[in-house]
């Protein structure tokens, strides 16, 4: 949705929904593109498609803007994923302006970060969609209390031996220790045991 042809757009995804039905989750994602006045507008029109959320309407770290479609809209609001720390998320959450918050744990600074980010998420009781990543994302989203779906991509399987394995639309957490998963042998021919650095 986030092409400077709106109407384009919503011919896409009534087409989509039409497709569908009512009965599947459908979402959009603006990456950003809209100012808030477009935002409000097509945010409006949008509503008729029963969406599962629009994502990022507006800039990442334009919270206030955020907070206005996510009050008046009845289509949720997602919204995270470009931020890079747990402070920006809370700002985000602290502000109303996401109903699906969408942390990513590699740019946020890790697990610890995004546990935190959680957890706030969790005391406002809102869902999560956490962003990329599906090999971290999926334990955490199977830790969270509330609504939370993970996004399949399959860019990062060449990293690893073994693959999440989906079922009827879910994914399902392995039982092996850690992730489970290990490196693939193209993976670590791509590591090294060791590194020196000398200071400056």
Not at 52 to 69: K, Q, S, Y
Not at 98 to 115: E, H, N, S, W, Y
Request: charge should be negative; hydrophobic fraction near 45%.
């Amino acid at each position: 949705m986030g092409q400077p042809d709106a109407a384009a757009g919503l011919r896409r995804v009534e087409a989509v929904r039409g497709h569908l039905g009512d009965g599947v989750p459908l979402m959009v994602d603006a990456d950003q593109q809209w100012d808030r006045a477009t935002a409000r507008r097509i945010g409006r029109t949008l509503e008729r498609f029963q969406l599962a959320w629009i994502e990022e309407p507006l800039g990442a770290c334009d919270a206030e803007g955020h907070a206005a479609p996510a009050a008046s809209l009845d289509t949720p609001v997602a919204t995270g994923e470009m931020l890079t720390s747990a402070e920006e998320h809370t700002r985000l959450i602290e502000a109303g302006a996401a109903d699906f918050v969408q942390p990513d744990a590699p740019r946020v600074g890790g697990i610890t970060p995004f546990l935190r980010v959680m957890a706030l998420a969790d005391h406002k009781g809102l869902s999560l969609a956490p962003h990329f990543a599906m090999e971290i994302h999926l334990h955490l989203a199977a830790a969270y209390p509330g609504t939370a779906w993970v996004e399949h991509f399959d860019w990062l399987e060449p990293l690893f031996q073994e693959r999440l394995e989906l079922r009827d639309g879910r994914m399902c957490v392995p039982d092996r220790p850690g992730l489970g998963l290990s490196l693939s042998d193209r993976a670590m021919a791509w590591t090294v045991d060791r590194c020196e650095a000398s200071a400056g």
